[in-house]
């Protein structure tokens, strides 16, 4: 079953039906994602999207916590031709697996071709637009540990699934 974003915040009462449809009308005027209007014009943090997203789309959800104290090794062991590319963000490596946020986590292509690059094996937990496509990870390495505390959470395509969104490492119980 699949259902749009708007319409499920509205019935999760995440916002109102003025605010969904003052959203739609900026996308309209502007582009882009709704969600990103929601964000912009204050009516949804980008927290709770990330939460609602996750659930949605069923992929897991980096929460700041996770991404606080990244190391450099971490940031590092993806070149950056492939970190703007696929825009992606790698915050943890253990045990040979190497997990990251991007904006598509459904990118075969992306995660196969890191995979590839950097002999590890890509878990992607799910993305946020401004995280992983953000400029400082273009710019200096002592830029790159400034983002750790950037907030990551997920975006994809279709149906929704559970309820409660997940963490990192936890399986889908669909």
């Not at 943090?45 to 929460?63: K, M, P, R, W």
Request: proline fraction near 4%; hydrophobic fraction near 35%.
């Amino acid at each position: 079953m699949s259902i749009k974003i708007g319409e499920l915040l509205v019935q999760r009462g995440v916002i109102g039906n003025e605010e969904l449809q003052e959203a739609l009308n900026a996308q309209l005027v502007y582009g882009g994602h709704l969600g990103t209007c929601l964000i912009e014009l204050g009516h949804i943090t980008e927290t709770a999207l990330g939460e609602v997203l996750s659930q949605i789309f069923d992929v897991g959800y980096a929460t700041v916590e996770m991404l606080n104290g990244v190391l450099r090794n971490v940031t590092e062991s993806v070149p950056r031709r492939l970190v703007e590319k696929h825009r992606l963000v790698p915050f943890q490596l253990t045990d040979g697996m190497l997990h990251v946020a991007m904006i598509d986590p459904k990118n075969i292509h992306g995660i196969d071709e890191t995979a590839f690059a950097t002999g590890h094996k890509i878990q992607p937990p799910g993305s946020h637009r401004r995280f992983a496509s953000s400029r400082r990870w273009r710019s200096t390495t002592a830029s790159r540990d400034a983002c750790a505390s950037s907030p990551c959470a997920a975006s994809s395509t279709t149906s929704a699934r559970s309820s409660a969104p997940r963490q990192l490492g936890q399986r889908s119980r669909a």
